[in-house]
């Protein structure tokens, strides 16, 4: 399985969509039970994604519990009802429309982890939003193609990323939100980090460097 670096947002989030609806026999979402019940256990009327779910009834396949897919499915992580629906360009739209990337998908806004299966049931483009994990159940090649077809679908490659030239290649590719710079045996911060555009989120844990750049600090672009 290969790992998602980051998020995938915008325009690649609408296009890896479009590219799960065509490929993905299905895809799932989550409901966790304190999202939806109170601690009497009733049921809360006011859920913010209620409207969401009655528009994704008419591709609805079943629901499962916590219990049937636990160990199957990555989803299934903590208690719930987990809903399973087919794919269609029609639902694609509703997912688009709903969110603007794959880690939103987290309660109270939203159902829990957007997921896809392929035709074998298998978990395919695997998502759990809260912790900001993401995974391509696939071939070598098709998570190459995939990376090549969507900038934004940044893929964590351990064997060639450990080169911080080969990492911010990629990452300026892809603009992802966050990055880490870690065990790369820097002594100063790369004067490219300032093509990554899109960064809000910066974590440095390299024991030889011992100050910032002053342009770094003073950049506008960190979120307050």
């Known amino acids: 399985m290969f790992r998602l670096y980051s998020d995938v947002r ?15 026999d299905t895809f799932m979402l989550g409901i966790h039970k304190w999202a939806t ?3 009497n256990g009733v049921i809360d009327q006011d859920v913010l994604f ?11 396949l079943s629901t499962h519990s916590y219990e049937e897919i636990r160990g199957i499915h990555s989803i ?38 957007l997921c896809f299966q392929n035709a074998e049931g298998r978990d395919w483009i695997i998502n759990i939003a809260h912790e900001r994990i ?8 098709e998570a190459d193609e995939l990376e090549k077809l969507i900038p934004g679908v940044f893929i964590h490659k ?3 990323h450990q080169d911080i030239d080969v990492f911010l290649d990629d990452a ?11 065990r790369f ?31 770094l600090l003073n950049w506008n672009r960190w979120s307050h």
Request: glycine share 6%.
């Open 76 to 113: 299934a992580y903590t208690q719930g009802t987990f809903y399973r629906y087919q794919c269609a360009p029609e639902a694609g739209g509703l997912l688009k429309q709903a969110a603007s990337s794959l880690f939103s998908w987290v309660h109270p806004q939203l159902p829990e982890d």
């Open 158 to 160: 351990p064997e060639y």
């Open 10 to 24: 915008g325009a690649a989030y609408e296009r890896l969509i479009d590219y799960a609806m065509e490929r993905a």
């Open 172 to 182: 300026i590719r892809h603009q992802p939100d966050r990055v880490e710079l870690m």
């Open 185 to 215: 045996g820097l002594r100063e911060i790369p004067e490219r980090i300032r093509e990554l555009y899109s960064l809000k989120h910066l974590t440095i844990f390299e024991q030889d460097i011992r100050t910032l750049p002053h342009a």
């Open 37 to 39: 019940e109170d601690e």
């Open 50 to 60: 209620k409207e969401l779910l009655q528009q994704l009834n008419p591709f609805m």
């Open 134 to 141: 993401g995974g391509l159940n696939m071939a070598t090649e």
